[in-house]
């Protein structure tokens, strides 16, 4: 039989510094090294003198990281003696091998074990092991991306009173956004989350030293704000921008397969927007940002016009997602701005920024304008007034119906306009979730859900508290993954 060249150097090196020793051999996945593992792997090495691992190579169905990583780990435990990455298939390898006994875990011994009959002939034995305590690597890994504690989910009842409507009444709204049809206009991000093993303070230097676990990708910006709307009902079509790489490729696949309709236009000048956070205990440790900051080129945004003008009449709103990465230069948006005005279509927008580049009162006439308070004093150049004076500000500057001012933790002022002598109302609502383990999308999830809820005819107040309910959803499980309908609806039964 052909073996792999790794199978090859791993029988060649093991012969050579095993001679006359007892061979014992395991293989396995290896996600993550758990004390599992590890009382499995002591117990097979008291067994003989030699401990052989093979650690499967990608094409296992249980893989989840890389398998160079997966060795590392196998391989700074001092107990095994070789480590390799198994091409081939265990039982082959094995009959080559020759070794006394394979360790395999204690839930196999009740199952067949293809390797018992080679075994058998090279007069070796299988032995179980228990690691007297079950772990699942990829339930793990897994547990902090997926979970989402509904119990710290806490449901102002007052506010509600305040403004007149119950639960019924937001049960009803949700239920009229799958009728709606969506565009979403902005820059596309990647979300990567690099989660590490924390393994100390660097010797040489005051430096953090981690070991990456595993890496999981997301998409994220305007991205995100599509599959969202998607995801709670809507048809959606989606415009951006995207580099002329894999990253793109994987936003554009994503979307897809989220539902949306995604209409990219690839520029060459620069690559898809990847933000990488590094983790460990779940904590960030390290934000790296891959992207470029220029606007789009004038054939770009000729070509982007013309294909949201070919839907904007089938269109009932409009989001602006802008990040300040290129996607949006003002002389588009005030095209798009004033096409949506002429066929009247509903607009709201978001320009997020960490610095003084982004400015949300260039987006004129919308309905609802979602900044956060830094945001919000860089538009209107005041760091110092109160934040309904600043409110008030922003919403001339920006001739804006609505502003809601998004306060992190502290939850969200709503700045509205009435019905009455056209006067102006101001409220706040806490953060609905107590316990949020990441917060990165939280502004994304308001706006969309809150803009949609306008868009159905809910008032401002309903739709601020929707949106704080899906943000509440959202910062309760890692990364940014879509809302859905089902989820918000559970919620509001709870």
Known sequence: MAFHAESINALNHVREKAKNKRIIFVSGNFNIIHPGHLRLLRFAKECGDYLVVGVLDGRSDEAVIQATLRLEGIQAISWVDYGFILHDSPVSFIEELRPVFVVKGKEHEDR????????????????????????????LMKREWNELNLSTIKKPVDFMKRHKFDFKKLFDIFLDMKNLRVCVIGDVIVDEYI????????????????TPIVQEKFVGGAGIVAAHAYGLGASVNFFSIAGMDEIGIFARDNLKGYGVNVHFY????????????????????????????????????????????????????????????GCLPQSLVDIIVDECGRQGVIMVADSQSSSQIGDVSRFKGMALITPTEKEARFAVHDFESGLVVLAEKLRQKALTKNVVITLAE????????????????????????????????????????????????????????MGSLAAACQVGSLGNTPLTLAELISEINA
């Open 266 to 325: 690839e520029d060459e000048s620069r690559p898809t927007t990847l933000k990488q956070r590094y983790r460990a205990g779940q904590k960030t440790l390290l934000r790296v940002s891959h992207l470029r900051q220029h606007a789009i080129n004038a054939e770009i945004r000729k070509k982007m016009f013309q294909d949201i003008c070919d839907i904007i009449s089938e269109t009932d709103i409009l989001i602006f997602a802008d990040f300040n990465y």
């Open 410 to 465: 502290e939850g969200v002022l709503i700045h509205a306009e009435t019905d009455v002598n056209d006067e102006w109302l101001t409220d706040r609502l806490p953060a609905f979730n107590v316990a949020p383990k990441d917060v990165s999308g939280a502004g994304d999830s308001f706006l969309t859900c809150a803009s949609m809820a306008l868009a159905v005819g809910a008032d401002i107040w309903q739709g601020s508290y």
């Open 112 to 139: 067949y074990n293809p390797e018992a009959d080679v075994l058998a002939k090279v007069g070796g034995k299988i032995l179980f092991s228990s690691g007297d305590i079950s772990f699942s690597s990829i339930d």
């Open 195 to 210: 989660t590490c093993d924390a393994l100390g303070m660097s010797q040489e230097d005051p430096t953090i030293v981690v």
